[in-house]
């Protein structure tokens, strides 16, 4: 039990030493990956970094999203 936990910490403080842009949703993601990973399996690492890239995914699509409503609206930056 201490083993998957310890991994899934370690995972995390690696990630945390990434830039703020890059981490966006990717903490979040991680944690979902590598709790949904040790329940299906025993892969907490391989779950947390599957999470880790889906969630960066997400904000980035998120954040394209808000960015074309912005220049929708009129409020867009030249």
Do not use: F
């Amino acid at each position: 039990m201490k083993s998957p936990l310890l991994a899934v910490t370690a995972a995390l403080l690696m990630l945390g030493a990434t830039s703020a842009a890059n981490a966006k949703g990717c903490i979040k993601g991680a944690v979902v990956g590598g709790v949904a990973g040790h329940y299906a399996g025993h892969h907490g690492v391989l779950g947390a970094a599957a999470g880790c890239l889906y969630g960066r995914h997400h904000a980035k699509e998120q954040e394209k999203q808000q960015q074309q409503q912005s220049q929708v609206n009129g409020q867009g930056k030249l």
